[in-house]
């Protein structure tokens, strides 16, 4: 493997992707992919070699790619990733441009994001709405950190706080409520895939939804009169999500759908 073009063929015979390839060979060798594209027959050193064999190596067994470069491009903002937070889903965005809709009606909102994991969704509403008051909770230390990193060099101005759920915001009001939770069911076969992200972040077990259940049964607690509570859910799971809201009396409960065509979120209005 001493070659660019060698590279790329080794790690086709592995059964990694020619584009993660490529990504995994820049980031290595500091090179954007049109500097590989036209030097397939550059060279590579033995330290470069070794790096590259540890890469394929941890992409052929599933370890995802963003964890190897270190960083995940969400809703326009490069964010730093590592294994303590779930790598941020194009999905999530529907959340985000949801919220940021809602949102443009109001000069400086406060929102909150519960389970903010890098940051992703409390970065992208403050980047989009710079006026917004954002806050983000997390019950992980290690998230939190990611998080804060990621604030710091974006130099967005958010307010983290280590909480699990809604223990850390007792008394505390907010504008726009959203939220990414762990919802995949316990016994979810997807859930082998995804070894390799936190697992407290993707499921809460059993049938996916008590994270969701917990948010909604809190949620009108902390919602200022009309303000809105927005969920990322399953596919699957939007007419349980909102029955809940129903529950508890949200109003103008509605869905939106994912890249694919999935009802992917839904939020409703309070008071």
């Known amino acids: 493997m001493n070659t660019v073009a060698d590279v790329l063929a080794e790690a086709r015979a592995r059964g990694v992707d020619r584009l993660d390839a490529q990504l995994l060979l820049g980031h ?3 090179r954007p992919r049109s500097w590989l594209l036209a030097n397939d027959e550059a060279t590579l050193d033995d330290g ?14 599933g370890e995802p790619l ?4 270190g960083e995940k491009e969400f809703h326009g903002l490069v964010l730093r990733v590592s294994p303590a ?17 809602l949102m443009r009606s109001r000069t400086a909102p406060s929102v909150l994001d519960m389970g903010t994991g890098s940051g992703a969704i409390a970065l992208a509403l403050k980047h989009s709405h710079p006026q917004a008051r954002v806050s983000a909770i997390d019950a992980s230390a290690e998230a939190l950190a990611v998080a ?19 223990q850390g915001v007792a008394g505390q009001r907010f504008d726009f409520i959203v ?6 069911a316990g016994g979810d076969a ?4 995804l070894q390799h992200e936190p697992m407290l972040a993707l499921t809460p077990g059993g049938d996916g939804l008590n994270a969701l259940r917990h948010i909604v049964a809190g949620a009108t607690q902390h919602l200022e009169a009309e303000s809105w509570l927005l969920l990322e859910h399953g596919h699957d799971q939007g007419p ?18 994912d890249l694919a065509g999935h009802t992917r979120c839904t939020g409703g209005r309070c008071g």
């Open 240 to 257: 349980a999500v909102t029955a809940l809201l129903h529950e508890q009396g949200f109003r103008s409960v509605t869905s939106r759908h």
């Open 179 to 184: 939220s990414n939770p762990p919802y995949i």
């Open 48 to 61: 470069q070699q070794q790096l590259l064999r540890s890469f394929i190596d941890r992409r052929a067994r």
């Open 148 to 166: 804060s990193d990621n604030a710091k060099r974006l130099a967005l101005d958010i307010r983290l706080q280590l909480s699990d759920w809604w």
């Open 85 to 101: 937070v779930l790598v941020p889903r194009p999905d999530t965005e529907t959340l985000v441009d949801w919220a940021l809709e």
């Open 66 to 69: 963003a964890y190897l470069l």
């Open 28 to 30: 290595a060798l500091k």
């Open 190 to 193: 997807h859930l082998a895939a």
